[in-house]
């Protein structure tokens, strides 16, 4: 089995920061891409920030020059830095990765989300 689990999470000023944490554990190969999406209240689950195992790296165009993200693949952990962040940035944070098992199966799998609220 894999595990994600994040944190970082938490309630800050418009225009404050954040930094999320999400780290792989189990029965784990080697990881492909990890992922941060988020989700809010009524809408639909969104790609937040994608990093390859190589390191190139996509974003979504409502955060792009205020997020980043990186990975530390020996820790198998994905960041996400969140600055000059907005009420609209308010949502259920997820992290994904695509990852190769010991048993070498390949599967997507998700963290239980950790909640970022930005008070106006």
């Known amino acids: 089995q894999v595990q994600l689990v994040e944190s970082g999470g938490g309630l800050v000023q418009a225009g404050g920061s954040l930094r999320l944490s999400c780290a792989a554990s189990g029965s784990i190969h080697s990881i492909n891409y990890m992922a941060w999406y988020r989700q809010a209240p009524g809408e639909q689950r969104e790609l937040v920030a994608r990093i390859s195992s190589g390191g190139s790296t996509n974003y979504a165009d409502s955060v792009k020059g205020r997020f980043t993200i990186s990975r530390d693949n020996a820790k198998r952990t994905v960041y996400l830095q969140m600055n000059s962040l907005k009420p609209e940035d308010t949502a259920v944070y997820y992290c994904?990765?695509?990852?190769?098992?010991?048993?070498?199966?390949?599967?997507?799998?998700w963290g239980q989300g950790t909640q970022v609220t930005v008070s106006s």
């Open positions: 994904a990765a695509g990852v190769w098992t010991t048993a070498w199966a390949k599967g997507d799998y």
